[in-house]
């Protein structure tokens, strides 16, 4: 895809200056924006030293959302901490799920049946879907286009139907379990999941047609926040951000898991690391993930969805209604939990945002001895003052919403 | 926009090795589990480790991925640190791990990497690991008057003072009303 250019990208950071505007210059002011702010999407603080419109310092102050995650991981079992991934990356819930559980899963030395890792790439790619349908939504709004924002947030709608009916939570869906998933498919779900495959190009086409060649959208995005690539990789930004920048790093496509490397998808990537390019990655993004439900409707295997594991897997309802052995059964793992090996693994997801590693140190026992979340948004959030400096205020709200924090996952 | 290639990740025994010989007496202990290789290494060599990792072109290690720390009660150290590591260009990760006895110090590896800024300051906050060398070690999750490491495995969930400040006071406004209450 050809990238619309308004006029040539500016070679650095930030607008162009023309001579003896330095002169203009005067008295710098010290401006906070946040906690509570409409543009930066949750609880972030910037405290912004401004000289006119000009930003020429950007100082984060993160944390007004921790809830101690990493520490009550450490009090409950492996099983009880899934809903506490729920509330991570609270756009995209489904997709923190299968991150925790998939390093869970390497401790314990556990594959899925193939059923359900297809389901759970489904999970996965509907979830950033709606993720940056969020931010698509959003991020327009903050520049002024509001009539994105309803035709986001319709289809995020539809969506949000389809999570509720797979797994009865719209926002908290906790689905994935150790060993498989919680249940399997509800009846006709798969051809409604199929409209929307069907349905939601027309509506991406729609919006591409709203902003992508838009005068006033590209002037507010193009050459604006323009984090280069070394910076990048030096702050360990990863995702669309990264991508954006122009390095194709996936973790679907570097280190497949679920079977990524069985689906066709392109990796999207910018040129210029503008807020324009991080515009056009995401949005290539939801068609590509568009593709990966197709393949994963046409592939969908009939069978298990759960590993045979009596110590780890809940035994089917009925036979616990019934039988002495499957209720003890559904009673240790309920109260007890299974006992995991000792040991430590990182696994890392190609989450909406980014890279979502969970790095579990476990001493044996029933629940980690050290869980930490490697959380994207925190680790492009150190980038926002590469992006910011030298720029003017207005753009700082670009910066913010192409950024795509989720203070959820920062703060954790 | 094009497609990423996929590439086929490195073998990675012999980067053990090489660092072995790049930097003598560094590597103390290499153990593998379900794939992932971890190297313990020697925390005054942990900056000369890193700069060799990044900067041989067969580990080409450019991009830190994230910092852990954990605090022990029992046993001959204190904290562990763990530097999670991933190379974009060789597609490859390995884990470095130092250990720190009480009141022992690591060197910040901001120098190396400017993502580790962010990584170290969450640690010191949450877990109190000194990095010595940090351009700004300060807070970043809890308050900044906040008296406690809340990740230390002697942190009372239930919200007394630790023994490691068991005489005094904390200071957030918050502690003050429960005391009278």
């Not at chain 1, 298990?304 to 616990?320: C, E, G, H, R, T």
Request: charged content about 25%; glycine content about 8%; some cysteine.
């Amino acid at each position: 895809m050809e990238r619309p250019d308004l006029h040539p990208a500016p070679p650095g950071l930030g607008p162009e200056t023309t001579p003896g505007e330095d002169a203009l210059h005067g008295e710098q002011m010290v401006l906070n924006m946040g906690p509570s702010h409409p543009s930066t999407h949750g609880v972030l603080r910037l405290v912004v030293t401004v000289d006119g419109e000009t930003v020429r310092a950007v100082k984060p102050y993160v944390g007004y959302l921790h809830r101690g995650m990493e520490k009550i991981a450490e009090t409950m079992t492996y099983t009880q901490f899934i809903p506490y991934t729920d509330r991570l990356d609270y756009l995209a819930p489904l997709s923190n799920n299968v991150a925790y559980i998939m390093a869970v899963e390497k401790l314990m030395g556990i594959t899925v049946p193939p059923r359900a890792q297809v389901i759970r790439v489904m999970c996965c790619e509907l979830a950033r879907i709606s993720a940056h349908l969020l931010w698509l939504g959003t991020g327009a709004l903050d520049l002024g286009a509001a009539t994105v924002f309803f035709h986001t947030f319709r289809e995020r709608e539809t969506l949000y139907n389809i999570i509720e009916s797979l797994t009865g939570g719209r926002l908290t869906t906790s689905y994935p379990r150790v060993g498989g998933l919680g249940r399997d498919l509800p009846a006709g779900w798969t051809a409604t999941v199929r409209s929307f495959v069907d349905s939601f190009p027309k509506v991406l086409d729609e919006i591409d047609a709203l902003l992508t060649g838009n005068t006033i959208w590209m002037q507010r995005t193009q050459g604006v926040g323009v984090l280069r690539a070394s910076d990048a990789i030096a702050l360990g930004v990863t995702g669309p951000n990264l991508r954006g920048c122009g390095v194709a790093y996936d973790v679907r496509r570097t280190e497949p898991y679920l079977g990524y490397e069985t689906y066709e998808f392109d990796v999207p990537i910018g040129g210029q690391g503008d807020v324009y390019d991080r515009y056009l990655v995401r949005f290539e993004e939801m068609r590509q993930s568009v593709r990966i439900l197709d393949q994963t409707l046409r592939r969908l295997p009939e069978g298990p969805i759960n590993i045979d594991d009596p110590k780890i897997v809940l035994p089917p309802k009925d036979s616990v209604l019934q039988k002495m052995e499957e209720l003890i059964q559904q009673f240790m793992i309920v109260t007890e939990g299974f006992e995991a090996p000792s040991g430590e693994v990182y696994h890392a997801i190609e989450a909406p945002k980014g890279e979502l590693g969970f790095y579990i140190r476990s001493t044996g026992g029933k629940s980690p001895y050290r869980l930490h979340i490697r959380s994207p948004s925190f680790i492009s959030l150190q980038a926002i003052e590469k992006m910011a400096v030298g720029g003017l205020v207005s753009d700082l709200i670009a910066v913010i919403a192409s950024l795509d924090p989720v203070m959820g996952e920062v703060d954790r | 926009m094009v497609a990423g290639p996929y590439i086929e990740p490195a073998p990675r025994h012999d980067l053990v090795k090489r660092l072995g010989e790049a930097v003598p007496g560094a590597v103390l202990d290499v153990a593998e589990f379900r794939g992932e290789i971890t190297v313990v290494v020697d925390a005054d060599r942990l900056v000369d480790v890193c700069r060799h990792l990044k900067e041989d072109p067969d580990a080409a290690f450019e991009m830190l991925n994230t910092v852990v720390a954990m605090h022990f009660i029992e046993g001959d150290y204190e904290h562990e640190v763990i530097y999670q590591l991933y190379s974009l260009s060789k597609n490859h990760r390995l884990r470095l791990t130092v250990r720190l006895k009480p009141k022992e110090a690591v060197s910040s590896v901001t120098s190396v990497w400017a993502g580790a800024n962010w990584l170290e300051r969450e640690q010191f906050d949450l877990v109190g690991v000194q990095f010595r060398g940090h351009p700004d070690l300060r807070r970043i999750i809890m308050p900044e008057d906040y008296p406690d490491h809340p990740l230390r495995k002697d942190f009372d969930v239930e919200g007394g003072p630790t023994s490691a400040d068991a005489d005094g006071k904390p200071a957030s406004p918050g502690w003050r009303d429960m005391e009278h209450a």
